[in-house]
T-cell receptor, first 115, second 113 residues
Framework: DAGVTQSPTHLIKTRGQQVTLRCSPKSGHDTVSWYQQALGQGPQFIFQ???????QRGNFPDRFSGHQFPNYSSELNVNALLLGDSALYLCASSSTGARWNSPLHFGNGTRLTVT | QQQVKQSPQSLIVQKGGISIINCAYENTAFDYFPWYQQFPGKGPALLIA?????SEKKEGRFTISFNKSAKQFSLHIMDSQPGDSATYFCAAIPSGGYNKLIFGAGTRLAVHP
């Protein structure tokens, strides 16, 4: 049973560029959340997608956007990259509309470096 | 802004010892308090979780203690093993129905043989 898969695993971009990260949720899961984890810090919630719509959003600028597809996979897009966007981007999936007691399963992340 | 504060930042324990990690939160409107374990190069994995109406939960060598009046909760790892060496995050899920996690900053645990 495949867990949460993310691609690519590593990515190097230049300031001002745009990037797209991809996530396939665990089989049977319908909700996808994205988190940003800066080095040495805890993950920070970016947003959550359910039924192909953004349901919740954290304190991130509009440069961060996302999408969920009918097969529940998701993309995270970041425009106009800044050096401060360098981080590990984690995708997490859960089931049944992601109520509080539905455990989150995390992927291994995409390491984004902005130079 | 809802926050979860975690301490210590790093912890060194001898094999067989007890590891204790503490967290405190600043808002009472949380439904659930999970702990996550993260190994280098991996995503966080759910370790154990507790609801605010329960004072203690034990799963194997891992125990959560919860003090609602003090807005504090802690993770105890009994008989710590070198394989427990990882970063541990406490988290809280705000009330509202959907499991958006508010994470602490993490504790890097090293268990020496």
């Amino acid at each position: 049973d495949a867990g949460v898969t993310q691609s690519p695993t590593h990515l190097i971009k230049t300031r001002g560029q745009q990037v797209t990260l991809r996530c396939s949720p665990k089989s049977g899961h319908d909700t996808v959340s994205w988190y940003q984890q800066a080095l040495g810090q805890g993950p920070q919630f970016i947003f959550q997608y359910y039924e192909e719509e953004e349901r919740q959003r954290g304190n991130f600028p509009d440069r961060f956007s996302g999408h969920q597809f009918p097969n529940y996979s998701s993309e995270l897009n970041v425009n106009a990259l800044l050096l401060g966007d360098s981080a590990l981007y984690l995708c997490a999936s859960s089931s049944t509309g992601a109520r509080w007691n539905s455990p989150l399963h995390f992927g291994n992340g995409t390491r984004l470096t902005v130079t | 802004q809802q926050q979860v504060k975690q301490s210590p930042q790093s912890l060194i324990v001898q094999k067989g010892g007890i590891s204790i990690i503490n967290c405190a939160y600043e808002n009472t409107a949380f439904d659930y308090f999970p702990w996550y374990q993260q190994f280098p190069g991996k995503g966080p994995a759910l370790l154990i979780a507790i609801r605010p109406d329960v004072s203690e939960k034990k799963e194997g060598r891992f125990t959560i203690s919860f003090n609602k009046s003090a807005k504090q909760f802690s993770l105890h790892i009994m008989d710590s093993q070198p394989g427990d060496s990882a970063t541990y995050f406490c988290a809280a899920i705000p009330s509202g129905g959907y499991n958006k996690l508010i994470f602490g900053a993490g504790t890097r645990l090293a268990v020496h043989p």
